[in-house]
């Protein structure tokens, strides 16, 4: 018997149930390792280049780039949603300061005011006003640098806070997305992804990338934009579309060869790789987010993906500068402190601003039945 299209399974499950039997918190914490290994081979050999991701797909991305670009999608997709169950923007943007500033304040005054001042390369004052004033300017707009940054002999102190800034705004954007009905006619999220990825490839066919100016001091390098944005818009497209596109390993597995076979081509070789990775990428977490394959719960004992990732960077410096280790064990102590920073960035900061009793809990509908525009 043959089966119908309604028996085959879809990349995104359709009920609540299967929605709940998802491995996010897996993904979101072995990205962060992701960026933690690529960012091994840049502080310790001083280089990405022979980074195994990096070769495989030609130098274009390495782990780290995959690893940044993974969370966009993720966010694309659960913000969506939480947007579609409550599309209150009060609400909603209490959520997400709540999740994204205790953890990155408390870890960019770590890095200003304990981490350069030990590691300073000349003298720097721990506190005057200056300082305090320079690092509140950047903890509240999200910016990643590091105030008196002179540690390390000059070279980055945290090099991983940069994508903070664009995910909280990519959070904005859903909200005007949402404001403006835009969520209820995908259709238009469509084209403006669309529209984002042609725009690269135009500027890549230029040979330009646009930035500077009070455009990039507040929204970040907009050239940087054209490379997430399209992360997050197809994760957001999942939200609405993913229960209608079958999942198939075959169709998995043409995806990611043809990805890699853009790394071959002549001089379109990247615009190609650039057009093809979002569509390639956004199957592939979500196949492995409703992989029927029962794992453990990689948030049991709480949400270390973000405090790993806010710590990753710093401690792999420390560890560079101040122990002469190989590199694997310079690698496995990377991964080890940065889980350790990350279960105590949870414990005593992160949960005491996202978790909420139970009694205080209202229960939220899922989002309505969404169909394609």
């Not at 030990?118 to 910016?143: E, I, N, Y």
């Not at 529209?195 to 490839?201: D, L, S, T």
């Not at 057009?275 to 409703?290: E, K, Q, R, W």
């Not at 794992?295 to 500068?321: C, E, H, N, T, V």
């Amino acid at each position: 018997m043959t089966r119908s299209a309604k028996t085959l399974p879809m990349l995104v499950p359709a009920d609540p149930a299967g929605m709940r039997r998802n491995h996010f918190n897996a993904i979101r914490l072995a990205m962060a390792m992701a960026v933690i290994w690529s960012h091994s081979f840049a502080i310790h050999r001083g280089s990405e280049d022979t980074e195994p991701v990096s070769l495989l797909l030609g130098g274009f991305y390495n782990a780290g780039s995959v690893g940044v670009r993974v969370f966009f999608i993720v966010s694309g997709f659960l913000i969506a949603r939480s947007w579609l169950a409550s599309p209150q923007a009060a609400g909603y943007f209490a959520k997400r300061a709540r999740r994204i500033y205790p953890g990155f304040i408390v870890a960019t005054a770590i890095c200003a005011f304990v981490v350069v001042p030990l590691h300073a390369t000349a003298g720097w004052t721990l506190v005057s006003p200056a300082a305090v004033l320079d690092w509140s300017w950047r903890a509240l707009t999200l910016h990643g640098g590091v105030p008196g940054a002179d540690a390390f002999g000059g070279q980055a102190v945290n090099g991983a806070l940069w994508s903070i800034r664009y995910e909280a705004w990519c959070y904005v954007g859903v909200a005007v997305a949402g404001g403006l009905g835009l969520m209820r006619r995908p259709g238009l999220l469509v084209a403006a992804t669309l529209g984002v990825m042609v725009g690269k490839a135009m500027l890549d066919v230029m040979g330009k990338q646009p930035g500077g100016g009070l455009v990039e001091a507040v929204f970040g390098w907009p050239y940087a934009w054209f490379s997430l944005a399209p992360c997050f818009l197809m994760g957001m497209l999942a939200q609405c579309y993913g229960r209608f596109v079958p999942r198939s390993m075959a169709g998995l597995c043409v995806l990611l060869a043809g990805l890699v076979a853009t790394t071959q081509l002549g001089g379109g070789s990247r615009i190609a790789f650039d057009l093809l990775f979002p569509l390639a990428a956004t199957y592939a977490v979500l196949f492995a987010a409703f992989s029927p394959v029962r794992l453990p719960d990689a948030a049991r004992f709480g949400d270390f993906s973000y405090g790993a990732y806010l710590y990753g960077f710093p401690i792999q410096q420390m560890l560079k500068w101040g122990l002469a280790l190989s590199f694997p064990v310079y690698v496995l102590a990377s991964f080890g402190f940065s889980l350790l920073a990350g279960a105590a960035s949870w414990v005593l900061v992160e949960q005491w601003f996202v978790r909420r009793p139970v009694r205080a809990a209202r229960a939220v509908a899922p989002p309505p039945e969404l169909q394609p525009a």
